[in-house]
C-alpha cells in the first residue's frame, strides 16, 4: 500500500497576510534602527575625535604652563634675585637723567668693542653661569636673560641683540606699570634654526615688598611639543593640526608657521567655537573646499584666558568616508535586507491584487473521480 503523501496547504490570501504581520514589519523596523544606530554611532566616532583633540589640547597646555613655572623657578633663584639687587644699586644714587644718559651711550657702543669688557662681565657672572645651568638641564630653554628694574642686561646666556629690553613692548609686558605679570609672546619662527619658539618672561619681585626688581626672560623650543601634533596614525589616516585663533597654522604634517598657510578645517569650526553648544559637541562633519568631507573633532588649548598671545586650537580631522567607513558597511547591508523584504511583500500583493478574481483554490482541486471539476 503506498504510503501517503503529507501536504500543507496555505491560501495565497493567507500567504499574504502573514507577509504582511512578519516581513513588513520587521522590514519597516530594521530600517529605523538602522536610522538611528547609524546617528548614534556617528556621533560616538565624533565624541572620539573630540576626546583625541581635548587630550592633545590638554598637553599644549601642560607644556606652556610647566615652562612658566620653569621660568618661575628661575626668577625666585637666589643667585639671580642678588643679581638684579645689585644692578639696581648701582643706579641708586644717579639721577634719571644721568641713568637714561649712560644707558644711552652703553646702547649705542654694544655693538662695538667699546664696551666688551661689560660684556664679559654680563656673560660670566655668577648669575649668568646658573643661567647656562639652567638650559643645560632643559634644552628646550634656547636662551635666557635677566635684567634690571630698568630694563638693562644684568647677565645672559649669551650675548643678547641689545643692551636696553625695556624699550621691547615684551618687556614692557612683564613690568606690567611696576606691578609685575608673567608675559608670552606669540608663537615665533627663527629661520635660521628652522625652529618654532616663545619668549616667556617672569618678573622678579623683592621679597616682604612685592616691588618689581627685575625680569627673566626665556626663550622656549616648541620642537618637542609640535612633534606631539605632527605624530603619525597610520591605521588611521587622522590629522592633527595645531592653529591660530586667526586660522593660521602653527603645525601640521609638513606645515610650519613660516608657511602662513590658513587652515581650511578651522574656517569650518570657527562658528562652532564662538557658540557655547558647538564648544560641548565638539566635533561636526563639514565639506572642505577641493577636498571631500571631513569629520573634524575640535578643542580650545584655554590657554588665552592668562596669556592673551596663545589663542591656540587642535583640530584632529579625518575622511569622513575613512571616519565612518564600519558603520556604513553594517548599514547598508542592513538597508538592502530590509528594503528587500518590502519589495517582495509588494510583489507578492501587486500579484495577488491582479488575480483576486481568479479561483485559486477550486482551480488546483480535484473531483473525487480524479476528473477535472466541469466547466459550464
Known amino acids: ?114 664696551v666688551e669688557s661689560l660684556v664679559t662681565r654680563i656673560l660670566s657672572s655668577k648669575a649668568a653661569f646658573r643661567l647656562r645651568r639652567y638650559i643645560e638641564m632643559d634644552p628646550r630653554f634656547l636662551r635666557i636673560t635677566l635684567t634690571d628694574a630698568n630694563g638693562v642686561t644684568v647677565a645672559a646666556t649669551h650675548k643678547t641683540l641689545d643692551y636696553l629690553q625695556a624699550d621691547e613692548e615684551f618687556w614692557q609686558g612683564i613690568y606690567a606699570n611696576g606691578r609685575g605679570a608673567i608675559s608670552i609672546t606669540g608663537i615665533l619662527y627663527d629661520d635660521v634654526t628652522k625652529k618654532s619658539y616663545v619668549g616667556i618672561g617672569r618678573p622678579i619681585l623683592e621679597e616682604g615688598t612685592g616691588r618689581f626688581i627685575g625680569a627673566v626672560d626665556a626663550l622656549v623650543d ?94 584632529v580631522s579625518q575622511d569622513a568616508s575613512q571616519a565612518f567607513a564600519a558603520i556604513r558597511l553594517a548599514g547598508r547591508l542592513i538597508w538592502l535586507l530590509a528594503l528587500v523584504g518590502l519589495a517582495m511583500v509588494v510583489l507578492v500583493a501587486m500579484y495577488f491584487s491582479l488575480h483576486r478574481h481568479e479561483p485559486f483554490e477550486d482551480r488546483h482541486q480535484l473531483s473525487d473521480s480524479g476528473a477535472p471539476p466541469a466547466t459550464e
Not at 592633545?56 to 615652562?67: C, G, M, S
Not at 612658566?68 to 639721577?95: F, K, R
Not at 634719571?96 to 657702543?109: V, Y
Not at 611639543?225 to 603619525?232: G, M, P
Request: aromatic fraction near 6%; glycine fraction near 4%.
Open 222 to 315: 616648541l620642537s618637542s611639543l609640535l612633534a606631539v601634533i605632527n605624530r603619525s596614525h597610520p591605521p588611521l589616516s587622522l590629522q592633527t593640526t595645531l592653529v591660530r585663533d586667526d586660522g593660521i597654522v602653527i603645525s601640521a604634517p609638513d606645515v610650519n608657521l613660516s608657511m602662513k598657510l590658513q587652515s581650511p578645517e578651522f574656517l569650518a569650526v570657527q562658528d562652532a567655537l564662538s557658540t557655547l553648544e558647538g564648544r560641548q559637541t565638539g566635533y561636526l562633519v563639514a565639506s572642505i573646499p577641493k577636498s571631500r568631507k571631513r569629520l573634524i573633532g575640535f578643542a580650545d588649548t584655554g590657554l588665552k584666558a592668562n596669556y592673551p598671545n596663545l589663542g591656540w586650537v587642535v583640530l
Open 1 to 114: 500500500m503506498p504510503a501517503e503523501k503529507f501536504e500543507f496547504r496555505v491560501s495565497f490570501k493567507h500567504l499574504l497576510i502573514g507577509l504582511l504581520i512578519t516581513v513588513a514589519p520587521i522590514s519597516i523596523v530594521g530600517l529605523y534602527a538602522i536610522t538611528k544606530s547609524d546617528s548614534e554611532l556617528q556621533h560616538t566616532i565624533g565624541t572620539h575625535f573630540k576626546i583625541f583633540a581635548e587630550s592633545t589640547a590638554q598637553e599644549v597646555k601642560l607644556f606652556i604652563e610647566e615652562r612658566v613655572m620653569h621660568v618661575g623657578t628661575i626668577a625666585t633663584e637666589p643667585a639671580i634675585v642678588e643679581a638684579a639687587t645689585s644692578s639696581n644699586l648701582a643706579w641708586l644714587h644717579m639721577s634719571n637723567d644721568a641713568i637714561a644718559a649712560r644707558i644711552n651711550r652703553i646702547e649705542e657702543e654694544w655693538n662695538t668693542p667699546a
